[in-house]
Nanobody
Framework: QVQLVESGGGLVQAGGSLRLSCAAA????????MGWFRQAPGKEREFVSAITWSGGTTEYADSVKGRFTISRDNAKKTVSLQMNSLKPEDTAVYYC???????????????????WGQGTQVTVSS
């Protein structure tokens, strides 16, 4: 079991930055691929980024590549998403998720993730 709590969301102007954090509880955190997803109003939840348990492999959605950076600290049981050059279209609720299968492969499908946080709102004004 992994419990996840996101923080760091807020209101920012276009071009600004935010750093989201996800605090995890549970002994198996360090074995999990961790991902960030987002859901804008009226849209389906979508993959944003993910990182393997070692931190050695990361993936990003094309829409955020070059602007967002994912990282993790297994000792502190946290995963972070640094978001720079934010755009109004980045406005969404952002969710942290854990893949409980303990595989070393990153999957982008929502169904691959077993544990989810409650989400944190990010609003980017133009």
């Amino acid at each position: 079991q992994v419990q996840l709590v996101e923080s760091g969301g807020g209101l920012v102007q276009a071009g600004g930055s935010l750093r989201l954090s996800c605090a995890a509880a549970g002994r198996t955190f360090s074995k999990c691929v961790m991902g960030w997803f987002r859901q804008a109003p009226g849209k389906e939840r979508e993959f944003v980024s993910a990182i393997t348990w070692s931190g050695g492999t990361t993936e990003y959605a094309d829409s955020v590549k070059g602007r967002f950076t994912i990282s993790r600290d297994n000792a502190k049981k946290t995963v972070s998403l640094q978001m720079n050059s934010l755009k109004p279209e980045d406005t969404a609720v952002y969710y942290c998720a854990a893949d409980g299968s303990f595989q070393a492969t990153i999957f982008r499908a929502i169904s691959s993730y077993d544990y989810w946080g409650q989400g944190t709102q990010v609003t980017v004004s133009s």
